[in-house]
Nanobody, 123 residues
Framework: QVQLVESGGGLVQAGGSLRLSCVASGRAGTMYTMGWFRQAPGKEREFVAA????????YYGDSVKGRFTFSRDNAKNTVYLQMNSLKPEDTAVYYCAGLLVGSYYTPSGYKYWGQGSQVTVSS
C-alpha cells in the first residue's frame, strides 16, 4: 500500500510560479512511475506530467510543456511539480498518482492517488 500526500497549492497571479510536492509513504515510496494530473470544474481529469520508473524519462502534457518541470527525490520519497508562467487556465485541483498499471497518460493507468491540491491562478 502507498499513500500520497500533496502540498504546495494556493492562489497566484498569472505569470507567477508555484511548486507542488507529493510525499509517498509505504512500500517503494516514489520509485514507481509517478504522475501528475489536474481536474478543473466540469472537466475531465487531464494528464500533466509523468516520470517513468526505469530511466527517469519525463513526459509532459502539451498544455504545460516548457512551463512545468517534474522532478523526483527518491531519498525523500518526494516528487515535485514546478509550475512557472502560470495561466488562469491552469486553475484546477492537482493530483499526484503512483504505480503504473496501464498507460502513463491516462488516470486509469495508476493505482494510487493523493487527495489533491487546489491551484488557482488569477488574471
Amino acid at each position: 500500500q502507498v499513500q500520497l500526500v500533496e502540498s504546495g497549492g494556493g492562489l497566484v497571479q498569472a505569470g507567477g510560479s508555484l511548486r507542488l510536492s507529493c510525499v509517498a509513504s509505504g512500500r517503494a515510496g516514489t520509485m514507481y512511475t509517478m504522475g501528475w494530473f489536474r481536474q478543473a470544474p466540469g472537466k475531465e481529469r487531464e494528464f500533466v506530467a509523468a516520470i517513468i520508473q526505469s530511466g527517469g524519462r519525463v513526459y509532459y502534457g502539451d498544455s504545460v510543456k516548457g512551463r512545468f518541470t517534474f522532478s523526483r527525490d527518491n531519498a525523500k520519497n518526494t516528487v515535485y511539480l514546478q509550475m512557472n508562467s502560470l495561466k488562469p487556465e491552469d486553475t484546477a485541483v492537482y493530483y499526484c498518482a503512483g504505480l503504473l498499471v496501464g498507460s502513463y497518460y491516462t488516470p486509469s493507468g495508476y493505482k494510487y492517488w493523493g487527495q489533491g491540491s487546489q491551484v488557482t491562478v488569477s488574471s
